[in-house]
Every structure is written in structure tokens, then in C-alpha cells.
């Protein structure tokens, strides 16, 4: 048996709860996986996990080990990037999830530049338009995106924030009228998405003078490029980051409104498992963004 790659099954398969997606995590059978975890429970006496058909979870023993094992693993990880470091430079395989919007408007036109400045690290770039993204359990190094999270084991470090816009069609405003305050809201079609944070309300002002005024409108989305698309088509107003609508505004395909009652920025996050070692390419990557990215987010 070696011990480090049984360790590493151990703590994959109490990460992500079964055989099957330690299997996969790892690229390797499910049977090599069991085989692992057989031999590793035999070597210490101990029964580590309660088995059943859906999922395995460990025992009082096994959560103990499971504890240890994984500052074992960071450590091991920290010896083996100092050592390689002092020869070789970082490098590894990079795993990020980035929200859709923010790839296509920023990141992915950053990832050459970072991969020239590191050429021994290569990335697994996912894009989503889910808020909240499983880091730890879908074996991610780095999230970025428009929330922050209140999970212990999750590190939320800003990289700076967007400046939004309510605006709309120039054709919408021809037929429906310009809204002067935030309150005429009410009697307007709003494209609704889930980008605002609460799906019937839209916040304006700072601080203590902050609300959340009540909108509603026939349509509603979860993406921001739809919401910005229906905008650009006349369905509505919309509540939306300068990184889509910044080119729409400029030309005079949309309208900013309400300018003077402060619609609220939206903080950009980089997350990353809470750790006492965090891996350099994490690091770097993080510096890099915060490099690159904070001066050109407004």
C-alpha cells in the first residue's frame, strides 16, 4: 500500500461522500479506490468509515484521521511546491470556477498573460451562472464571483467592485417614459435577474441610506447576458454591471437612469479553500488578479 495515495482516497472519499466521485476526483477506478481504503482500514485496526448504498461517512475514528490527514496532505503539498520552487518556479494544475459574466467580460483575457508570466501551471477553467459553488466539494483551488461566502472553510478575498447601471432601450423609454426617482420604478416593466440579489428588489444609496426598492416586470432570468440582451430588445429595465452594458451605453443602444440615486456596486470575490497552507499557484494567481483586475473593474 502507499500510504500518501491512501490518504489521499481517504480524504477525497470524505470530501465528496462516495466511492464513485472520489473515483472520479482522482482518475482512478472504483475498485482501486475500495481496495485503497480496505488496505488502509487493515494497517490501522481501525474501522474509518460507516458504509451504506448511498453514501459513506466516517466514524468517530475515521473523522479524527480524516482531520489529521488533511493537514498532513497541505503539508506534504507545501514541502513539495517550496522544494520546486527552489529549482523549477510554481507550477501545477490550476482548477478555477468563474460566473459567466465575469469570465467573458475579464478573466479569460487575462489567462494568457498569467499562463506566459507562469509556464509551469496550467488551468481547468469552468464557467457557471450558479451564485454558490460547491470549492471543496467539486475540487476547485479558486472561485470567483459576485458573492462572498459565510462558510468557515471558505476564504472570501475581494478583488474590487463593478459599478452598476439601471438602464434601458432608448425604444423602451420612447414608449413608456423616463423614470425620474426610484419610487416611479413601480409602474415600469423590470427585467428581473438574479444578479440584484433579491429577485423583486433593486438597492440604491450607501450605508445607512441604503433601500431596496420594489420592482416587477414580466420576465425574469438567472443570467446576466439574457437580462442585458432583453434590456438591449426593449423588454424593460434593467439593473446591470458596467462590464456588460459599458459599450450599449457609450453608443446609445441603452440609457443610464437614476444616476444620482446611487445604484450599489457589486464586489467581485476570489474564494479558495480555508487552509493553513495555501498552495502557491493559488497565491500567485490571487496576486495576479489582484494586479490586474482592481484597476479595470469600474
Same mark, same amino acid.
Given at each position: 500500500m502507499n500510504l500518501l495515495i491512501a490518504m489521499k482516497v481517504y480524504d477525497r472519499v470524505c470530501t465528496l461522500g462516495s466511492?464513485? &466521485?472520489?473515483?472520479?476526483?482522482? &482518475? @482512478?477506478?472504483?475498485?482501486?479506490?475500495?481496495?485503497?481504503?480496505?488496505?488502509?482500514?487493515?494497517?490501522?485496526?481501525?474501522? *474509518?468509515? %460507516?458504509?451504506?448504498?448511498?453514501? @459513506?461517512?466516517?466514524? /468517530? =475514528?475515521? #473523522?479524527?484521521? =480524516?482531520?489529521r490527514v488533511k493537514v498532513l496532505l497541505a503539508d506534504v503539498e507545501e514541502l513539495q511546491d517550496q522544494t520546486r520552487r527552489l529549482d523549477r518556479g510554481t507550477r501545477g494544475l490550476l482548477r478555477i470556477s468563474c460566473s459567466n459574466v465575469l469570465a467573458h467580460a475579464r478573466i479569460t483575457r487575462l489567462i494568457p498573460?498569467?499562463?506566459?508570466? %507562469?509556464? @509551469?501551471i496550467s488551468i481547468e477553467f469552468n464557467l457557471t451562472s450558479r451564485y454558490v459553488v460547491g470549492i471543496v466539494e467539486e475540487g476547485y483551488d479558486v472561485a470567483i464571483r459576485f458573492e462572498a461566502q459565510t462558510d468557515s472553510e471558505i476564504v472570501s478575498r475581494g478583488l474590487g467592485k463593478v459599478r452598476n447601471f439601471v438602464c434601458a432601450s432608448p425604444d423602451y423609454l420612447r414608449r413608456r417614459g423616463r423614470p425620474r426617482d426610484v419610487a416611479e420604478l413601480a409602474v415600469h416593466d423590470c427585467v428581473l435577474s438574479s444578479f440584484?440579489?433579491?429577485l423583486g428588489?433593486?438597492?440604491?444609496?450607501?450605508?445607512?441610506? #441604503?433601500?431596496?426598492?420594489?420592482?416587477?416586470?414580466?420576465?425574469?432570468? %438567472?443570467n446576466i447576458e439574457a437580462a442585458y440582451q432583453m434590456t438591449l430588445a426593449g423588454?424593460?429595465?434593467?439593473?446591470?454591471?458596467?462590464?456588460?452594458?459599458?459599450? =450599449?451605453?457609450q453608443d446609445g443602444r441603452l440609457e443610464a437612469l437614476l444616476e444620482q440615486h446611487g445604484p450599489v456596486p457589486s464586489p467581485i470575490y476570489a474564494l479558495y479553500p480555508h487552509r493553513t497552507y495555501v498552495a502557491m499557484k493559488v497565491r500567485v494567481f490571487i496576486?495576479?488578479? @489582484?494586479? /490586474? *483586475?482592481?484597476?479595470?473593474?469600474?
Open positions: 466511492l464513485s &466521485a472520489a473515483a472520479r476526483d482522482l &482518475a @482512478m477506478s472504483t475498485t482501486a479506490v475500495s481496495r485503497l481504503l480496505k488496505d488502509l482500514e487493515e494497517d490501522l485496526g481501525v474501522r *474509518l468509515l %460507516n458504509r451504506t448504498t448511498r453514501r @459513506m461517512s466516517p466514524t /468517530e =475514528a475515521g #473523522r479524527d484521521y =480524516a482531520e498573460k498569467f499562463l506566459d508570466e %507562469n509556464p @509551469m440584484a440579489k433579491r428588489s433593486w438597492p440604491f444609496g450607501a450605508g445607512e441610506a #441604503r433601500v431596496f426598492v420594489p420592482v416587477s416586470g414580466r420576465v425574469s432570468t %438567472n423588454a424593460g429595465i434593467g439593473y446591470l454591471p458596467s462590464l456588460v452594458v459599458r459599450e =450599449a451605453l496576486d495576479f488578479l @489582484m494586479r /490586474e *483586475l482592481s484597476p479595470d473593474l469600474d
